[in-house]
């Protein structure tokens, strides 16, 4: 004989609730009328929980990557700082980058964009960098498409900067080391 209990447990009803902070000494929360509701409003409270918490990660990642942010040539670099941004950027490139969410929140991965400039708010390439070693994992436009020479003389400038320390002006501005500016000039010529 199955007893109500087992169901519950099946379905993850007090583990659930426990985890969503809800009253278990509560009889309608420890023994719902509607299992397979109760079950579904529960994971529906777990995922509104953890999106919130997926978007302060993301705003504290946004702010901690800032100080990368890079203009140089018409193109510009900004880091990721939504799962809905990840989102739009995977839908017009065509590519995975919405599965990185997690992996850029949590420092494994950085996720940046390049843009053009010009359109800030287009999606143009798709930049994973690894902090910890300063390389570059993958750069993607769409369809995952290579980079162009452009894209890729923006990269090697960028990452450039970042490996001597990502410094500034007193306005702002990225300070290219002269030895940078010159391996640059020759790439473009």
Same mark, same amino acid.
């Given at each position: 004989?199955?007893?109500?209990? *087992?169901?519950?447990?099946a379905a993850g009803? @007090? ?7 809800? !009253?278990?000494?509560? @009889?309608?929360?420890?023994? @719902?009328? %509607? ?37 140089? !040539?018409?193109?510009?670099?900004? =880091?990721?700082?939504?799962?809905? /941004? ?8 065509? *590519?995975?980058?919405?599965t990185y969410g /997690? ?15 010009? /359109? =800030? !708010?287009? @999606? ?7 902090? $910890?070693?300063? /390389?570059?994992?993958? %750069?993607?436009?769409? *369809? ?11 990269? $090697? ?16 501005? =990225? ?15």
């Open positions: 004989m199955v007893h109500i209990r *087992h169901l519950q447990q009803g @007090p583990c659930l609730s426990k985890d969503c902070g809800r !009253d278990l000494a509560d @009889p309608q929360v420890r023994w @719902p009328r %509607n299992l397979v509701d109760a079950h579904d409003s529960v994971l529906k409270l777990k995922a509104r929980k953890k999106s919130q918490i997926l978007r302060k990660k993301f705003r504290d990642r946004r702010k901690s990557l800032a100080r990368y942010i890079f203009e140089s !040539d018409g193109l510009i670099i900004v =880091p990721a700082g939504s799962q809905a /941004e990840l989102q739009k950027e995977a839908d017009s490139l065509h *590519h995975c980058v919405w /997690e992996k850029h929140c949590s420092g494994e991965s950085s996720i940046f964009f390049i843009r053009r400039a010009a /359109e =800030p !708010d287009v @999606p143009y390439y798709t930049l994973e960098l690894d902090e $910890n070693k300063c /390389e570059v994992r993958q %750069n993607r436009g769409d *369809h995952n498409c290579g980079k162009t020479t452009k894209v890729q003389t923006f990269e $090697n400038l960028w990452i450039g900067w970042v490996r001597d320390g990502a410094k500034r002006d007193k306005d702002g501005a =990225p300070v290219l080391s002269r030895h940078r500016k010159k391996k640059v000039e020759v790439q473009i010529a």
